[in-house]
């Protein structure tokens, strides 16, 4: 079985600070990993993704997520918040065996993202 | 191009009727899933096709729901008899074979 956690329900942040979203992972083959985030009555957008490589993977609107594996972690990061980047962030995991595992993902439950003035 | 696309919108239904639900995929995708967002709750996979592969419907709550996908395209989610805790924002979303998921805009779902 495979599974994702964020601690944090709610983050807050403000403008101009660094922020970090937690994700932690349970699965038994190699992971692939995988941020959303979703804006008000719309649907999920793809942040970014790690399958293989090098730890630390950039995605959209200047997020990065750090892969390690010892702690099981990819926790969500950016240098410097907006006010815009408000929104819910959904962390995902699968399997990353082709033969039985399939392609479907596994959510965490989400962490509201609020970033202030 | 064209995103993942989902009709309707919006579904408002009375307890114990029927409801059909689109959905279609980017253009290319070879795989197609169904999920359900439940009002302060996370994503819950419902149904996944993988090309000509029997699906995998491990996530069906119930023998209510049923979905096909016909001609390796347009998929359409089938809630028979709904319940009010069928309520909930419906999502489809495809993909190439392991690549990331896109997600359409969601089908909202209110049975009353």
């Known amino acids: 079985a495979q599974s994702v956690a964020q601690p944090e329900d709610q983050v807050n942040v403000a403008e101009g600070n660094p922020l970090t979203v937690k994700c932690t992972y349970s699965?038994?083959?190699?992971?692939?990993l995988f941020w959303y985030v979703q804006y008000p009555n719309r649907g999920l957008q793809f942040l970014l993704k790690?399958?293989?490589?090098?730890?630390l993977v950039k995605g959209s609107y200047g997020f990065e997520a750090e892969f390690n594996k010892s702690q099981t972690s990819f926790h969500l990061k950016k240098p410097s918040a907006l006010v815009s980047d408000s929104a819910l962030y959904f962390c995902?995991?699968?399997?990353?065996?082709?033969?039985?595992?399939?392609?479907?993902?596994?959510f965490g439950t989400g962490t509201q993202l609020k970033v202030e003035l | 191009g064209a995103g993942v696309s989902q009709s309707p919108s919006n579904k408002v239904t009375e307890k114990g009727k029927d409801v059909e639900l689109r959905c279609d995929p980017i253009?290319?995708?070879?795989?197609l899933y169904w999920y359900r967002q439940s009002l302060g709750q996370g994503l819950e996979f419902l149904i996944y096709?993988?090309?000509?592969?029997?699906?995998?419907k491990s996530g069906l709550p119930s023998d209510r729901f049923s979905a096909e996908r016909t001609g390796g395209s347009v998929s359409t989610l089938t809630i028979q008899r709904t319940q009010q805790e069928d309520s909930a924002v419906y999502l489809c979303?495809?993909?190439?074979?392991?690549?990331?998921?896109?997600f359409g805009p969601g089908t909202r779902l209110t049975v009353t």
């Open positions: 253009s290319g995708h070879t795989a």
């Open positions: 995902a995991v699968r399997d990353g065996r082709l033969t039985g595992g399939g392609n479907k993902l596994t």
């Open positions: 699965v038994s083959g190699n992971p692939y």
């Open positions: 790690y399958i293989t490589g090098d730890n």
């Open positions: 096709f993988q090309g000509n592969s029997a699906p995998d």
């Open positions: 979303a495809s993909s190439l074979m392991i690549a990331e998921q896109y």
